[in-house]
């Protein structure tokens, strides 16, 4: 959502340039290493807890992940970026099979 928000405000302000976007996980100084987990069992089903993802690992920390897009960019190649900024937060925790859906 605060993508699609920064390229909008960004375009109005008109600014043609290149505008970075940072996914950061804030942690809130939790003493605990973060999962990745899904709520996916496979072929279309959903279960209602969440769970940690089977063959990820834990990490004490998230590295910030970065992408830079046109202020004037179509939305396809914006869907890319998120997509981008998605594996690169979730490649972290080892989840090598990333299907982020339109």
């Given at each position: 959502m605060e993508f699609?928000?920064?390229t909008t405000h960004?375009?109005?302000r008109g600014h043609t340039g290149r505008t970075l976007i940072e996914a950061r996980v804030l942690t809130a100084g939790a003493?605990?290493?973060l999962a990745a987990v899904d709520n996916h069992v496979g072929q279309g089903m959903y279960v209602e807890i969440?769970?940690?993802i089977p063959g990820?690992?834990?990490?004490p920390r998230v590295t910030p992940a970065q992408t830079e897009v046109a202020a004037d960019?179509?939305?396809d190649e914006?869907?890319?970026?998120v997509r981008q900024l998605n594996e690169d937060v979730l490649h972290q925790f080892s989840v090598?099979?990333?299907d982020i859906s339109e």
């Open positions: 699609a928000v920064a960004a375009r109005r003493p605990y290493a969440m769970d940690v990820t690992r834990t990490t960019a179509e939305p914006l869907r890319g970026a090598l099979n990333i």
